[in-house]
């Protein structure tokens, strides 16, 4: 089975990231994750992203860059999650598809239940990101 391609933000403004939360009814309800979603058919993933974050939470971002890579195998099928760095101008974010978000300082984030594909990501992310990155 192929894996299902989905983009990911790691979002921040004045250095906090931001996070959401997948809401009542979906799949994995109440983890926090790194906002995206799936990318569709022939659907470029930085183009993706951008769609996803309209319209599961109202942001647009700049300074998009290619962060990460992350592959891991839910019990249904396996996932290749493609994650960017991107910095938003602003801290409003609106619940259109999530039932909850938090701007957060990195080490904030072993106190929110992470889906389990941002859970193996977490784990290298204080090495890999630099103050200047933020």
Not at 27 to 55: N, S, T, V, Y
Not at 58 to 70: G, N, W
Not at 113 to 128: R, T, V
Request: aromatic residues 8%.
């Amino acid at each position: 089975m192929y894996p299902l391609l989905v983009v990911a933000g790691l979002i921040f403004h004045r250095g906090k990231l931001l996070i959401t939360q997948r809401p009542e009814g979906s799949k994995h309800a109440g983890f926090w994750e790194f906002p995206g979603g799936k990318l569709e058919k022939d659907e470029d993933p930085i183009c993706a992203l951008r769609r996803e974050l309209r319209e599961e939470i109202a942001l647009e971002v700049d300074e998009v860059a290619a962060f990460d890579i992350i592959y891991h195998r839910y019990d249904d099928r396996p996932v290749l999650l493609m994650i960017y760095r991107c910095l938003s101008h602003t801290d409003v974010v609106h619940h259109r598809e999530v039932s909850d978000h938090a701007w957060i300082n990195l080490d904030q984030l072993a106190h929110y239940p992470m889906l389990p594909a941002d859970q193996e990501f977490i784990s290298s992310l204080p090495q890999k990101l630099t103050p200047a990155q933020q």
